[in-house]
Every structure is written in structure tokens, then in C-alpha cells.
């Protein structure tokens, strides 16, 4: 009797802890308000749209740092989509660093403007590896594999720029003659392309390419030092130079003052910056190009954006151009925006553009009147 009370007691203690166990698991799985939000934030946690920004340098142009972080920054802020925008400063180990912190720390999607396209390719590799899709901004990286590409038509914006200095040496009464090209650096697909647009442009109007050299980097520095070896070795006799951004009109502009021949040979330059504007407006530059970056920013941002929430058919639906990737032959998904050229007479579309201020660019009396007679104000 005594045997059979006990193995009913340790009966009735196991069914019971059985029956704790059983309810308390069922209290884990059991569906209500709090616990159904906290598995649903967690899951949120986990899959929460980030995107990562990788810019190249501030040293090539102002836009990196003065436009694009600030345009696309209050893009994703609008979104209320987290970002984390970070610049390389012409550093290729120093972009790989960062884009590996950004994957680690749970970028849904990285948007890249390359520094050259072995090193971009590797972080496109990876971030593929790791499902994180990539956006090439700016500038495509060649074989790298990338799912989109914003930029302008680069061959357009050569084109704008050859068909500009095309102009203005006609408005100096030259209508064939040597011409010099000073191109972006080497190792920027974009270079190329807008060497093809401003060559053709040039070579297609009767002129002919008499010097023809790349700027490593785009270095500023650099474009004044091999301008000028240019320069001495044609004995200065060009109709006009093409060059291929602001950064280098400017090195060309200078080494042209030095000779005192800035109202002979005229130059041209790209992306409409403070100091490009105000030689545009003083005649040291004959032009530049207005890539409407803030346009730009916002046609990656919303991909971005609609990648970074897992929504691929309307990330598809926004990239509507295409362009070849010349190692691989593929074709990118890409939205593709137009360029302007900018004379003295419609510097003031820029600023009514809001890309930059009539304050900035109207910043001397002798500016201030040119901005005044060329209705920027």
C-alpha cells in the first residue's frame, strides 16, 4: 500500500510538472498582442532597410562632398530609411575597409561611386556573395557586375563639352587649328566616355588633336604640371584646350594666365562648380557642363531605396536605360539622366536650380557685374 501511494504521489508530480512544462511552452508559442509585436520587431530588426554610401574623394571635385552626401542624405532621411555615407578619399584600401564595415553592419544595399574598377569589382564580388545588392553611382564599374547604374549619359556630357569649345573657337575666329585634350584619370570609365563625346565633337567640326594626356586621379596638380609641358612643347599653339572637368579648366585656365594667352585659347570644363561658374562668367572658361546632381542623387536614392526594402520590381520599373558593361558585354540596368552646357548667358539656370547660390558664385565686384549682366542674381 505504501509502494502503490508513492508511485501514484511521483505519478501525479510528473504529470503535473509535464502539464507546467507543456503550458509554459505553450505560453512561448501562444499568439497575443505583445508578444506577436515583439517577434515582428525583431524580424524588422534583422531585415531593416540600410543603405551604405561609399563616395570616392574630395579631391577631384567639390560635388562629392558639397552635393551628393548632403542630396542623397535628405533623400533617405525623407524616406526614413537609415544611411551611412562614408567617403574613401582616394584611398582603395580605405574603400574596401569601409565597405566592409557597412556589410557587417547590416547594409541592405550598397550605392558606390568607384576610385577604378578592380577595386570596386572586388566589393561588388563580395557584397554579392552576401545577397547585398549594388548600385554603381556616377561612374560604372567595368566588369564589376553591378545590379544598377545612375549617371548622366557620359558620352552626352563629352559631347556638350567638345560641341561647346567647337563655339567658342568659332567665336574666336578659329575654324580649324590644334586643339588639346586633357582628359580625366585613366582608370574612370566615365573619362573615356566623355573623351569619346568631346573628341568626335571636336575632330567632326575640322580640328585637329594636336597633345592628347590623362590627369592620374584627376589631381588638380598634377593637370597644371602636364598642361604646361603641353603647352612648351607646342609652343603654346593651340586654338583651344578641351578639358575635361572644372578641376582641370582651372589647372589649364592658370598656366593660360601665366602666358598671357587666357583670351586666345579658349577651355572648356564639367559639373558647374563655384569656381567653374565664375571663369565661365569672366571669359577665362568658355564653358561648362550642369550635371543636375541633385536629380541624379534623388534617381539613386529612390533606387536605393526601393532595394534596400526588398522591392526588386520597383527598383526594375525606375531603371529603364540600359548600358554595356565593355568587359563583361552585359547590359546594366541603368537610369541615365541628360547633361546642359552652360555659357555666361545661362550660368543663371544653375542657380535658379538651387545647386549652388548667386552669394557664392557673385563673390567680387568684377563678378558681381558680370553676374549682373548675365542675369544671375
Request: glycine letters at 10%; a negative charge.
Amino acid at each position: 500500500m505504501k509502494h502503490k501511494l508513492s508511485t501514484r504521489v511521483a505519478a501525479a508530480v510528473i504529470t503535473g510538472a509535464l502539464a507546467f512544462t507543456v503550458a509554459a511552452c505553450g505560453s512561448d508559442d501562444e499568439p497575443s498582442s505583445n508578444s506577436g509585436s515583439s517577434g515582428s520587431s525583431e524580424t524588422k530588426t534583422e531585415t531593416k532597410a540600410k543603405v551604405g554610401v561609399i563616395l570616392p574623394d574630395t579631391a577631384s571635385s567639390a560635388r562629392w562632398e558639397n552635393a551628393d552626401r548632403k542630396f542623397l542624405g535628405e533623400a533617405f532621411e525623407a524616406a526614413g530609411v537609415e544611411s551611412d555615407i562614408q567617403n574613401a578619399q582616394g584611398d582603395k584600401a580605405k574603400f574596401s575597409t569601409i565597405a566592409d564595415q557597412m556589410l557587417s553592419g547590416g547594409a541592405t544595399v550598397l550605392l558606390i561611386v568607384n576610385l577604378d574598377s578592380p577595386s570596386a569589382a572586388a566589393v561588388i564580388k563580395k557584397a554579392t556573395q552576401q545577397g547585398v545588392p549594388v548600385i554603381d553611382y556616377d561612374r560604372l564599374t567595368l566588369g564589376g557586375g553591378a545590379s544598377y547604374y545612375v549617371s548622366f549619359d557620359n558620352v552626352a556630357v563629352g559631347t556638350k563639352i567638345g560641341e561647346g569649345l567647337v563655339k567658342c573657337m568659332g567665336d574666336n575666329g578659329k575654324s580649324s587649328g590644334p586643339v588639346a585634350l586633357l582628359n580625366g584619370s585613366p582608370t574612370d570609365n566615365n573619362a573615356t566616355l566623355f573623351k569619346q563625346g568631346y573628341e568626335k565633337a571636336i575632330t567632326g567640326a575640322g580640328y585637329t588633336v594636336a597633345a592628347d594626356q590623362s590627369v592620374p586621379d584627376w589631381d588638380n596638380t598634377k593637370a597644371g604640371t602636364i598642361f604646361e609641358q603641353m603647352f612648351t612643347k607646342a609652343k603654346g599653339d593651340f586654338v583651344g584646350v578641351a578639358a575635361a572637368n572644372d578641376g582641370l579648366g582651372g589647372a589649364v585656365a592658370s598656366v593660360l594666365k601665366r602666358n598671357g594667352q587666357s583670351d586666345d585659347i579658349p577651355t572648356t570644363g564639367q559639373d558647374a562648380t563655384d569656381e567653374g561658374l565664375q571663369r565661365v562668367l569672366l571669359g577665362s572658361q568658355c564653358m561648362t557642363v550642369y550635371k543636375a546632381i541633385k536629380k541624379e542623387a534623388d534617381a539613386a536614392s529612390k533606387l536605393a531605396i526601393a532595394l534596400a526594402k526588398g522591392d526588386k520590381a520597383g527598383a526594375d520599373a525606375l531603371a529603364t536605360g540600359s548600358v554595356e558593361d565593355t568587359e563583361t558585354k552585359q547590359q546594366v540596368k541603368s537610369v541615365l539622366l541628360e547633361p546642359q552646357a552652360i555659357f555666361p548667358e545661362n550660368v543663371k539656370d544653375v542657380i535658379a536650380d538651387g545647386f549652388t547660390t548667386a552669394d557664392a558664385v557673385c563673390s567680387t565686384a568684377a563678378l558681381k557685374k558680370a553676374c549682373e549682366t548675365n542675369g544671375v542674381g
